[in-house]
């Protein structure tokens, strides 16, 4: 059973593959108002995690629970817009940066409020005239950068990052940085950010790094 005052808490999720421990059990709790840290080596499990909480991927053991109910009685598309995972590779589509900024209210039925939609693109240093560049002509910065607007369109309750500025500059990284730890205070949103730069994500108020054993199998300790 979980605490219905968790708004996410793991109990020993783990995840295994052809008979091989991908990420070994993994328990923690996410907090509105709270920023963590997910750290550690290439392959320790960290992008299995996300997507095991994004409800992208099905754990092989333990249990998750949002707002004190196992995910698995939510329906995938509730949940996915309460809790909202941007890759480290960004996935945008249709022919401009506007079909995926619109997105977010069009499977809301809502109308697109295209002046809020410029002035998040000058937050994070893109021009406004963006919105009708084809998504093919951006850069990797930028392409990053349209990602995750796309997810703060409608705040969720969590926003899992997955090394979502590892094509930005460090001026832009800052700038991310501190639009996170803004809406972190503001409107007590719980993020899950995994970065291999523990000096990049100075706002951070837990640490959760996964480790791997020599075999191989990735264990997790928290700080």
């Not at 808490?9 to 709790?29: E, G």
């Not at 809502?110 to 939609?117: G, N, P, R, S």
């Not at 930028?142 to 990602?147: I, L, Y």
Request: hydrophobic share 40%; net charge neutral; charged share 20%.
């Amino acid at each position: 059973m979980s605490d219905p005052a968790d708004l996410l808490r793991l109990n020993d999720v783990s995840f295994t593959l052809n008979n091989i421990p991908l990420l070994k059990p993994v328990s923690l709790t996410l907090n509105p108002g709270e920023f963590t840290l997910l750290t550690g080596p290439s392959g320790s499990g960290k992008s299995t995690l996300l997507k095991i909480i994004a409800s992208l991927q099905n754990p092989t053991g333990g249990n998750l629970y949002f707002k004190g109910e196992d995910i698995s009685r939510i329906k995938p598309e509730t949940y996915r817009q309460r809790v909202s995972y941007c890759f480290q590779t960004p996935s945008l589509f249709g022919e401009t940066v506007y079909d995926n900024l619109a997105l977010p209210y069009q499977i809301r039925n809502k109308k697109v409020d295209e002046t809020q939609l410029r002035a998040w693109l000058t937050k994070v240093n893109l021009a406004e005239d963006m919105l009708t560049k084809r998504v093919q002509e951006l850069s990797g910065g930028e392409k990053q950068r349209v990602a995750l607007l796309r997810n703060l369109q409608f705040m969720p309750d969590v926003l899992l990052l997955d090394e979502i500025t590892s094509a930005l500059d460090e001026e832009n990284k800052v700038n991310i940085n501190d639009i996170i730890a803004s809406l972190v205070a503001e409107k007590q949103l719980a993020v899950l950010w995994v970065s291999h730069d523990l000096n990049e994500i100075r706002h951070a108020k837990h640490v959760i790094t996964l480790t791997r054993h020599t075999q191989g199998s990735p264990a997790h300790e928290s700080a």
